[in-house]
Every structure is written in C-alpha cells, then in structure tokens.
C-alpha cells in the first residue's frame, strides 16, 4: 500500500517536496517511481530509484527534480525545483516489478497527489 502527499499549487519556479509512505517490511528491496498523468491522458514516467539508490529521471526533469529514498522510513520523495506549468499533473508513486518505465513495469499504485503550477 502506497500513500503519496505533498502536493499543492505553487507559482513557477517554486518547489514541492512529495513524499510516498510505503507499508511492509520489503520496502527496501524494491526500486520505486514516479509517474504523472494530466486528464485525458495516460500516466508517464518521471523518475525511479532502485534498492541500492541508483536514479534515473526522463529528460524534462533531468535537473529539477530529485528522487531519493528513506527505507527506515519505508517512504521516497520527489524533490520538485524550479517547476514549470507543464509540470502541471496528478503524480503517482508506485513499486517497481519489472524492467519497464511504462506503467506496466510498477505496481501496487497508491492514490495520486496533485501538482498545479501556475505562470
């Protein structure tokens, strides 16, 4: 069970820090992503991090946002700088299964958290 937060609306250029609590003791042994879906539209890849903290980010955020992992705390973050309009989504974490940066790749998809920035 995943619980993403710390959504908002803020201006651009601003900054957003989302956060994914995970339930479970096998947290650490799983990478984890982030995806956003804006309507109408299928959700896309962000970022992900595996279990050992190794990242990868799509190249619109490559830059601006940061992945990182806290597995004491059973939970991952999106650190968000410098967000632009079109960062403008419903964000979602979810557990990596498999070797994918589509959807089909994660699952366990908690409920998403909303991003809205503003120009």
């Known amino acids: 069970q995943l619980q993403a937060s710390g959504g908002g609306s803020v201006q651009a250029g601003g900054s957003l820090r989302l956060s994914c609590a995970a339930s479970g003791r096998s947290f650490r042994s799983y990478s984890m992503g982030w995806f ?5 539209r299928e ?23 940061t992945i990182s992992r806290d597995n004491a705390k059973n939970t991952v973050y999106l650190q968000m700088n410098s967000l632009k309009p079109e960062d403008t989504a419903v964000y979602y974490c979810a557990r990596r299964i498999r ?15 909303q991003v809205t920035v503003s120009s």
């Open 36 to 40: 956003r879906q804006t309507p109408g």
């Open 43 to 65: 959700r896309v890849f962000v970022a992900h991090i595996s279990w050992n903290n190794s990242t990868y980010y799509v190249d619109s955020v490559k830059g601006r946002f």
């Open 99 to 113: 070797g994918s940066n589509f959807e089909t790749g994660y699952d366990s998809w908690g409920q998403g958290t």
